[in-house]
């Protein structure tokens, strides 16, 4: 049987999801994707097929199903849940591990079942991150530490599988359907809460057209690049002219690093 060559997008019918898929399917590519949802809309030019990340078997079926048909050269992860929202000490821990295994561990056990089916010539797997990096979000630890691990992942994988490109990109606040999580009434006293009704009412986001245009540039990029890095849609300078060259300067930009360590050096002597 003949597989054809695709970009897979899990969760395409996620706000960033489904605009990258009609941005792909835009550029005559073949586009394949996966939702949780059962009633999968069909409106589009692309296949999709069901998909939910809290089940290994549902993983399991859509792998056998995806290496009968298809191959990638383009895999990119965009599910994400921040629920349950609240400290840690006051919120159910089996709801707070299941959103670290949709977020984290099963988009690993995903990847790991799906690499083999790769083709081309160094293709890219594209997570997305969140916030947390620089900072200690309050109330969201199940989510932003679940990103944070994605952050160390593509950097670990990027060093040991060569012939694949693995890059993260933090998109930012970009108005999709999981900031509503943040407005249940139940969180009205919450600082995120308040925040995210001053984006909404402000128009307060990242476009999704520039969201799109970051992915782009980072898949155009080759592995030196990119590989292992973390990008922000909001910050980082892509139209710059030597924005590439000066990653390919410094191999731990945009990677986790422990910083501050020259603050504390001493000459230690030994007698």
Known sequence: ???SSCTLIVGITSGIGSALASH??????????TSRNTEIPTDNNFYIHPLDLASHDSIDKFVHLFSEKYRWNRLIFCPAVMAPIGKFDSIDIHEWLSTFNINFSNQVYLLHSILS???GDCPHVLFFAGGGTN??????SSYTLSKIA???????????IQDTSFTILGPGWVKTKIHEQSLEPSLSHLSSYQETVRRISDSDFVGMDKV???????????KKTV????????????????????LVSDADVFKLRRHGNHLFQTNHIHS
């Open 24 to 33: 792909f399917e835009s550029l005559k590519l073949n586009v394949v994707g």
């Open 1 to 3: 049987m003949n597989q």
């Open 117 to 119: 089916f790769r083709i």
């Open 212 to 222: 799109i245009d970051s992915v782009m540039w980072i898949l155009a990029q080759d």
């Open 150 to 160: 994605l952050i160390k992942l593509v950097e670990l994988l990027d060093e040991e």
């Open 135 to 140: 900072s200690a979000p309050k109330n969201y």
């Open 227 to 246: 590989g292992g890095r973390n990008f922000s849609t909001a910050h980082d300078p892509f139209d710059s002219d030597d924005f590439a060259s000066k």
